[in-house]
């Protein structure tokens, strides 16, 4: 066995994390201390211009304001590209669906996609997704603006099962305005023929995947997450689905994030690793 093809059949130790809409790379600050303490290389970057001073961006979010999913994709594409090893990607909302499309395109050794945002393919979506979302789909010219959600939104959103105190603090912290475009590209993604959020649910070579639900989460809940799974099961890939008790969209860092965060791992590190990369022009190297 070659040295390149004896990187993909030992455990991945990097991890790369994806956050999604309405958050930073902040958000993952709990898992990066933690997978770190375990001994593993963390990599945790935001979004394309979002890598700024948090004030800054809620002050002016205009350069984020055309960000769409494509670039999102690339981005982290790139960073992959740059690895030794292919890593396992934790990708929470929409950076779970981000997850996928890179596990599509050959890119991780495993992937784990919490608390996914739709991928083309879902028709029907939960009331309290489209409620959620509303605040930025509402008005057609939000298609190329950075929208911010109020405390009140966000409450609903990705805290319901804190207090509004509780919550409070989690906003002030961790939330600022959201590209509205990757919104409408998903809402609009069953329309179009080369929708960016379409995803090749037989191909056989995908890397494993891992889909989180919390039971109580608002935008994404278990019956889209569970939609998308059996979308996944059209491939002899390995997919599989794990809900959490309680869990609102804010699972990441709600009481009990540790047990999330042992569970995925534990699963991508356990998962088997494909011999070869598929063709999508990512190397690596032992």
Known sequence: MSASQESFTKPARTIVLIHGLWM??????????????????????????????????????????????????????????????????????????????????????????????????????????????????????????????????????????????????????????????????????????HATTRINFQNPSRPPLLLVAGEKDHISPPSLVRATHRLHRKSAAITEIQEFSGRSHFILGQEGWQQVADYVLHWAMRSPKPQRHAACGARFHS
């Open 24 to 193: 930073t790379a902040l958000c993952w600050e709990n898992w990066i201390r933690h997978y770190s303490a375990q001994g593993c290389r963390v990599i945790a970057r935001s979004w394309p211009d979002m890598d700024v001073d948090m004030e800054e961006l809620r002050r002016d979010p205009s350069a984020i304001a055309y960000l769409g999913i494509p670039d999102i994709v690339t981005h982290y594409e790139e960073i992959i590209k740059g690895l030794d090893e292919p890593p396992i990607v934790i990708g929470h909302s929409f950076g779970a669906l981000i997850t996928q499309i890179l596990l599509d395109r050959g890119y991780g050794a495993a992937g784990v996609a919490i608390a996914t945002a739709p991928v083309k393919g879902i028709f029907l979506l939960p009331f309290s997704t489209l409620r959620a979302s509303f605040p930025a789909l509402r008005n057609p010219a939000n298609n190329h603006r950075a929208v911010p959600l109020t405390p009140r939104q966000f409450h609903y959103a990705f805290t319901n099962t804190l207090t509004a105190t509780e919550s409070r603090f989690v906003y002030e912290r961790y939330a600022v305005p959201g590209p509205a475009h990757v919104l409408f590209e998903a809402a609009l993604a069953n329309f179009q023929p």
